[in-house]
């Protein structure tokens, strides 16, 4: 299986880079992480919100496969536990399909791709910045993996 994360934003800082590098070579090649930036719609002062939302949500369709289960990252998602994220790539890996996590720009992700997602996940009701959230979302995929396996990361 292979997560794949889209995400809005490009040019993240070094720390982000080392973190998520970090927990990506702990994950075994069946369980997998990769990163794919997806560059941000324009904005500044006179620019159209919705429509740079739109863009990246078109951005996003585009690197979609289709068999993916898609999971939309979202403030109104459903919260899970570090347990339950266990659970999910349980499942995700027993129906044999990879999977994307979806992130979205400074304005969120489009509604309609939120709607078009298989799960609406909640990593808190915090607004967290976009380069934390990629290093937050290696660090839960690692330690759902090591609750998988019993490994002892976590106590």
Not at 75 to 94: I, M
């Amino acid at each position: 299986m292979r997560i794949r994360l889209l995400a809005v934003g490009t040019r993240m800082p070094g720390w982000v880079s080392e973190g998520i590098e970090e927990y990506r070579k702990r994950l075994p090649r069946d369980f997998a992480l990769e990163i794919e930036e997806i560059a941000p719609g324009q904005r500044g002062k006179n620019a159209d919100v919705a429509r740079a939302v739109a863009l990246e949500a078109q951005r996003i369709r585009e690197r979609l496969r289709g068999d993916e289960i898609t999971v939309a990252l979202e403030v109104q998602g459903q919260a899970w536990s570090t347990q339950r994220l266990a659970r999910e790539a349980e499942e995700w890996r027993l129906a044999g399909r990879d999977v994307a996590l979806l992130i979205g720009g400074p304005d969120g992700l489009c509604p309609q791709l939120s709607a078009s997602a298989d799960r609406c996940w909640s990593l808190s009701p915090l607004t967290l910045p976009h380069p934390l959230v990629r290093v937050i979302l290696a660090e839960q995929l690692y330690r759902a993996w090591t609750l998988l396996v019993g490994h002892p990361y976590h106590r």
